[in-house]
């Protein structure tokens, strides 16, 4: 079966950093799609940013360019979420996704099938 988890999670204060991780199991991983989400309470799920494992093509949310950095473990089923200059802003639960997509860059919450349970990120300040 399918298997992501997350870890790295907690609370931090505002100019803090914290790096998130997935592992992933399961999976054919070359080429996949993997991205992360965050959602707050009564608000839809939004995409911070998401890797094509094996490629060079990253996409960040707006809110979070400058600030955060996607990458690929030398295992090529971890991806890290390095989260600096953290704002309670950024206060949410973070999803770790992983799908086979042709356009990485433009993935949808519904375009994933695979997610992990999530973890709490949050930052006060």
């Known amino acids: 079966q399918v298997q992501l988890v997350e870890s790295g999670g907690g609370s931090v204060q505002a100019g803090g950093a914290l790096r998130l991780s997935c592992v992933a199991a399961?999976?054919?991983?070359?080429?996949?799609?993997m991205a992360w989400f965050r959602q707050v309470p009564g608000k839809e799920r939004e995409r911070v940013a998401s890797?094509?494992?094996?490629?060079?093509?990253?996409n960040y949310a707006d809110s979070v360019k400058g600030r955060f950095t996607i990458s690929q473990g030398t295992a090529k089923n971890t991806v890290y979420l390095q989260m600096n200059s953290l704002e309670p802003e950024d206060t949410a639960m973070y999803y770790c996704a992983a799908e086979y997509l042709r356009h990485c860059g433009l993935a949808r919450p519904t375009d994933f099938h695979y997610w992990g349970q999530g973890i709490q990120v949050t930052v006060s300040s």
């Open positions: 399961g999976y054919t991983y070359s080429s996949v799609c």
């Open positions: 890797i094509v494992i094996g490629g060079g093509i990253t």
